[in-house]
């Protein structure tokens, strides 16, 4: 199993994995998202980043997220954006090892904290979070 930041040349690769999150989710974005979230992704000056799991050389994970700063703290804060495992994989740990990669990015970074949100229908992705992490009373509001 090989975890590392994405480069130019995996833009298939995580094209196809992103859409792949968001058909779990039964949702889809226009092509423009698809370039200017990918160009944010690759430019050094965004603080925009993603991570695709390798297993024997096929890309089957993907983690997507962002620093960004916080009125609570003076260091930034990461926020896990997406996290998507291939379902012929799940099981193996690879979820784990992802969300891993980004604490590990953080630390190596100096942030606050790293966080996430998830669905409330998402039980199977609640599962493993509940084991690596600590579950918040907070609730989503969005306009």
Do not use: C
């Not at 983690?63 to 012929?88: A, C, G, P, Q």
Request: hydrophobic share 40%; net charge negative.
């Amino acid at each position: 199993m090989d975890i590392r930041l994405v480069e130019a040349e995996d833009k298939a690769d995580w094209s196809a994995l992103w859409e792949a999150y968001l058909t779990f989710y039964e949702t889809s974005r226009p092509p423009e998202v698809y370039e200017k979230t990918w160009d944010r992704i690759i430019d050094p000056n965004e603080s925009m980043y993603s991570a695709l799991a390798f297993q024997d050389g096929k890309a089957v994970g993907l983690v997507n997220f962002l620093y960004h700063k916080s009125f609570w703290d003076i260091e930034e804060r990461i926020y896990l954006n997406d996290l998507y495992v291939d379902s012929t994989h799940r099981g193996l740990s690879i979820g784990k090892k992802l969300i891993k990669a980004v604490e590990k990015h953080g630390s190596e970074h100096n942030v606050a904290s790293v966080y996430w949100l998830t669905s409330t229908d998402n039980a199977q992705a609640q599962v493993l979070y509940d084991k690596v992490a600590t579950r918040t009373s907070f609730i989503k509001y969005q306009v």
